[in-house]
């Protein structure tokens, strides 16, 4: 189970983190990603983190910007967003599954996802 927040309204250039609360016994088994959705916009994959070993991949358009990591001790994995844009603005939601490499930028692969939540950026 996954329970996304963090979401919210602010302006082009401030920061905000985003948080995905894992639950179950294969918490650590999986691959965990960001997807985000505009409005009449496909689901475009965001960033992806290994939970065993931590390896990460990101979407061009947030490389630099923004970074996906992990805390094994509150079985969370974070969002930290930085530097936004207005066309960031998207309902975000975290996925997970036992994901390959070649296939963690395809939603279809995921088998988890938590609720979305809302980042509004305005200029």
């Known amino acids: 189970q996954l329970q996304a927040s963090g979401g919210g309204s602010v302006q082009a250039g401030d920061s905000l983190r985003l948080s995905c609360a894992a639950s179950?016994?294969?918490?650590?088994?999986?691959?965990y990603a960001w997807f985000r959705q505009a409005p009449g916009l496909e689901r475009e994959f965001v960033a992806a983190?290994?939970?065993?070993?931590?390896?990460?991949n990101y979407e061009d358009s947030v490389k630099g910007r923004f970074t996906i990591s992990k805390n094994s001790a509150e079985s969370t994995v974070y969002l930290q967003m930085s530097s936004l844009k207005p066309e960031d603005t998207a309902v975000y939601s975290c996925a997970a599954g036992p994901v390959i490499l070649s296939e963690r930028r395809n939603p279809e692969a995921y088998y988890y996802w938590g609720q979305g939540t809302l980042v509004t950026v305005s200029s």
């Open positions: 983190i290994r939970w065993s070993g931590g390896g990460t």
């Open positions: 179950g016994n294969a918490v650590s088994r999986y691959t």
